[in-house]
């Protein structure tokens, strides 16, 4: 497909990342085509997204799950651990634009993750790990636990509860990367118990807006200093229940 004969929206898309200086090949633009393809017709069946015309997908899912790398040295991180990921975001993006990533995703509904395998698939993305199962009960396995350079979790509870859940992956120096829309402030007054209790040190909370949609978006950067605690998480549901306040 040449230049000229491409999708305006593929085209907007590939120009409002390369302002940010990731360069989409041909083969990742159409990786993302079919991602977009493959998100529609999946959705009629399951419950995926509410989110399904073409430019919000590709800004509030696509562009928005990407994010991350304007903040953050990806050259430097070889694992990832997405936790709830839903229908990918911001896992798989990321594994397009960097295809060397180790990525394991963790959700609990099995429909979400038989649509991640075969989304896998059709990608043709190795080194993608889609688990089923609760985060309380994933991490305490070892093959998961302490593991991970970098955990995110994008739009799946607040901060109180996604330390619980996401920082037991996380390896000792490693990144836990929590993606929100609404202003956090409040949320990291409210998490500062969890943090102490799971040894997480608020680094930094990086602002920014959707281009076009011009919706405001955090990215909160909280770094393991220590291995986690035996005792966390909690059994499953404990978390979000009773949180860490």
């Given at each position: 497909m040449?230049?000229?004969?491409?999708?305006?929206?593929?085209?907007?898309?590939?120009k409002l990342l390369l302002d940010r200086g990731i360069e989409l090949s041909d083969k990742k633009q159409e990786q993302f085509r079919i991602y977009y393809r493959e998100l529609?017709?999946?959705?009629?069946?399951?419950?995926?997204?509410?989110?399904?015309?073409?430019?919000?997908?590709?800004?509030?899912?696509?562009?928005?799950?990407?994010?991350?790398?304007?903040?953050?040295?990806?050259?430097?991180?070889?694992?990832?651990?997405?936790?709830?990921?839903?229908?990918?975001?911001?896992s798989l993006p990321l594994k397009i634009i960097f295809p060397e990533l180790k990525v394991t995703i963790v959700d609990s509904l099995n429909k979400r993750i038989l649509f991640l395998k075969h989304?896998?698939?059709?990608?043709?993305?190795?080194?993608?790990?889609?688990v089923h199962g609760r985060a309380e009960d994933?991490?305490?396995?070892?093959?998961?636990?302490?593991?991970?350079?970098?955990?995110?979790?994008?739009?799946?509870?607040?901060?109180?509860?996604?330390n619980e859940?996401?920082?037991?992956?996380?390896?000792?120096?490693?990144?836990f990367a929590a993606m929100k829309g609404v202003d956090p402030t409040e949320e990291l007054q409210?998490?500062?118990?969890?943090?102490?209790?799971?040894?997480?040190?608020?680094?930094?909370?990086?602002?920014?807006?959707?281009?076009i949609e011009e919706a405001e978006r955090h990215i909160i950067v909280i770094k393991k200093r220590v291995n986690t605690p035996v005792k966390y998480p909690r059994k499953a549901g404990i978390p979000m229940k009773t949180p860490l306040v």
């Open positions: 040449t230049l000229d004969s491409k999708d305006p929206v593929e085209m907007l898309f590939e529609l017709e999946w959705n009629e069946k399951t419950n995926l997204t509410g989110i399904t015309e073409q430019s919000p997908v590709y800004i509030k899912h696509f562009y928005d799950s990407i994010s991350l790398a304007f903040f953050m040295d990806f050259s430097k991180i070889s694992t990832m651990a997405d936790i709830g990921s839903g229908a990918g975001f911001p989304l896998t698939e059709r990608l043709q993305l190795a080194d993608v790990n889609s994933i991490a305490h396995l070892p093959e998961h636990r302490d593991h991970y350079d970098l955990v995110t979790a994008r739009a799946v509870a607040k901060l109180n509860v996604l859940f996401c920082l037991p992956f996380v390896r000792v120096g490693g990144i409210e998490c500062q118990l969890s943090l102490k209790e799971l040894r997480g040190e608020h680094q930094h909370t990086y602002s920014f807006t959707l281009p």
